[in-house]
């Protein structure tokens, strides 16, 4: 069975950072895309930041562009989420994602992420 596994959320001041990892196991595609999605209360999840795992070539949503960076340790299936300048805005439950397909990637498109994390909660105040 695939897993994926956060970690790395917690309780931050703004301006504060964080890093999140994701810990894959069970997942054998050798090419495929990565993604950290969130989402607040009463809103929709939407799409943070995306990473095609053989190419490194990445993907943000415009409000953590320049704040946020998506990284990979291929050799530990790990992906990773480094926030930075957090603002109360990006308080929310942050979700790892994998798309073997890769259409999900360019547009951070959630339906076409087939595999799920539980989430870790990120706040910020």
């Known amino acids: 069975d695939v897993q994926l596994v956060e970690s790395g959320g917690g309780s931050v001041q703004a301006g504060g950072s964080l890093r999140l990892s994701c810990a894959a196991s069970?997942?054998?595609?050798?090419?495929?895309?990565m993604g950290w999605f969130r989402q607040a209360p009463g809103k929709e999840r939407e799409g943070v930041a995306t990473?095609?795992?053989?190419?490194?070539?990445?993907y943000y949503a415009d409000p953590v562009k320049g704040r946020f960076t998506i990284s990979q340790d291929n050799a530990k299936n790990t992906v990773y989420l480094q926030m930075n300048s957090l603002k109360p805005g990006d308080t929310a439950m942050y979700y790892c994602?994998?798309?073997?397909?890769?259409?999900?990637?360019?547009?951070?498109?959630?339906?076409?992420?087939?595999?799920w994390g539980q989430g870790t909660q990120v706040t910020v105040s």
């Open positions: 994602a994998a798309d073997p397909s890769l259409r999900g990637c360019l547009y951070l498109s959630t339906p076409h992420f087939a595999y």
């Open positions: 069970g997942y054998t595609y050798s090419r495929d895309c």
């Open positions: 990473i095609v795992t053989d190419s490194g070539t990445t």
